[in-house]
């Protein structure tokens, strides 16, 4: 134990080390924002300052420009830990979800281990995850990289989320999908000939107000929201072409697959009311709900504690979204710790105070401690006996019961 505790120092001593060079590229990242698939420069420099200290990276994997691989150096056989980064940003919110703190939480955390390695059995691996929001097109990058098999050979998986509170819960997220409706009507003029054309823009607002009505009857736990994509042209055009999004979430995937239908019976209804063709795609990976392990909950509960960040067991507001994270967790025991960045619990994610937090010295700091915890949750699953058999078998008996 006690020489488990000297490695927890060594990475604590090491992540404070590197704390100039973690924040300025927290900084940077958080004032240069880039969307999903785009973050080439974000990835690019996480990249670079883990290759520099040893790490063997290979960058552009599963299909994705901006996904990476780094495997430590000091890494030898044995059980293999990956530790997540995030890098992408919303559409005109920037870094309202604080993705610049989970990238250099987890490059931390690979600097800091890569001192430690050596004394260690086993592998860290700094994967560089892209586009989790699903603003980006094909976003999902954790589903793209499961399926191109980034993940094989991976024991467990850690990473860090900024909160408006510092929680380890097993709350899970929520299973989501995203669909793309597309409506093709007939131009005409709208004044002069009105009843020439098919008006792909009352197809969007049947299907949009028949959504509306679904809401009521479905479970509390559904959340079905949309932006409307193309509303016509011209005013004085019946439009011919109107596109909407929405993407639909639920507790668990079975009842989302029925929410589905019903949402898709919404616009093959307002496509058949209106005489528009309808086409209609699913514009990313579903993301599944997470499964929080409670061995590596504890783990990384105690960790925070050990460098004095109070942890609570419930939260103020539940505040559910969902995460690719969630794909991950159901192939291997994963925990994604959140942390406190705003001075309120009461800031909702995804919004301009939060997007400012992300950019303030309490997030600074939180990321700090969350490199801390991750490395150390790294240590205790790569050194301490039974610890990861302990979180496996915890996750064989998650699934077996969620399935
Ligand atoms: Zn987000
Ligand atoms: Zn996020």
Redesign the pocket.
């Known amino acids: 134990m006690s020489d488990i505790a000297a490695l927890k120092q060594r990475v604590c001593a090491a992540v404070d080390r590197w704390a100039g060079e973690l924040i300025e590229t927290a900084d940077w990242i958080h004032a240069h924002p880039e969307l999903g698939h785009q973050e080439h420069e974000a990835a690019r420099r996480l990249a670079e300052i883990l290759a520099a200290n040893g790490a063997t990276v290979e960058m552009g994997i599963a299909g994705m420009d901006t996904a990476f691989k780094a495997v430590l150096a000091g890494s030898s056989p044995g059980p293999t830990v990956a530790v997540l980064a995030?890098y992408d940003a919303l559409p005109q919110l920037g870094h309202g979800?604080?993705?610049n703190l989970?990238a250099t939480s987890a490059l931390g955390a690979g600097l800091a281990l890569t001192d430690v390695l050596g004394d260690l059995a086993g592998s860290v691996w700094v994967l560089g995850t892209p586009a989790?929001?699903s603003a980006a097109p094909n976003a999902g990058g954790k589903v793209h990289m499961i399926r191109a098999g980034t993940f094989d050979g991976v024991d467990a998986s850690i990473m860090f989320?900024?909160a408006a509170e510092t929680t380890m819960t097993d709350e899970r997220s929520l299973a989501a999908r995203g669909f793309e409706f597309f409506f093709h009507g007939k131009a005409a003029h709208a004044a002069g000939a009105p009843e020439e054309g098919i008006n792909a823009l009352d197809a969007v607002v049947s299907m949009y107000n028949a959504v509306s009505m679904l809401r009521q009857q479905v479970r509390s736990d559904v959340r079905i929201h949309g932006i409307i994509l193309s509303g016509g042209a011209a005013a004085n055009i019946i439009p011919d072409y109107a596109a909407i999004r929405y993407r639909t979430r639920s507790d668990d995937a079975d009842y989302l697959e029925e929410i589905v239908q019903k949402v898709v019976a919404c616009a093959e209804g307002a496509a058949r009311a209106t005489g528009c063709r309808l086409e209609w795609n699913e514009y990313l990976p579903p993301y599944e709900n997470t499964v929080p392990n409670r061995v590596l909950m504890g783990l990384m509960k105690e960790n925070l504690e050990a460098l004095g960040v109070a942890v609570a067991t419930t939260r103020k507001r539940t505040s559910r979204?969902s995460?690719d994270f969630g794909n991950v967790t159901r192939i291997m025991p994963g925990v994604e710790a959140r942390i406190g960045i705003t001075e309120s619990w009461e800031v909702p994610?995804h919004s301009i105070e939060f997007q400012q937090a992300a950019g303030t010295d309490r997030a600074r700091q939180a990321m700090l401690h969350a490199a801390k915890a991750l490395a150390m949750t790294a240590i205790d699953l790569l050194a301490r006996p039974g610890a990861l058999a302990e979180a496996k078998a915890t996750f064989a008996d998650d699934m077996g019961r969620s399935q």
């Open positions: 995030e979800c604080g993705h989970i989790e929001e989320h900024p979204g995460t994610a």
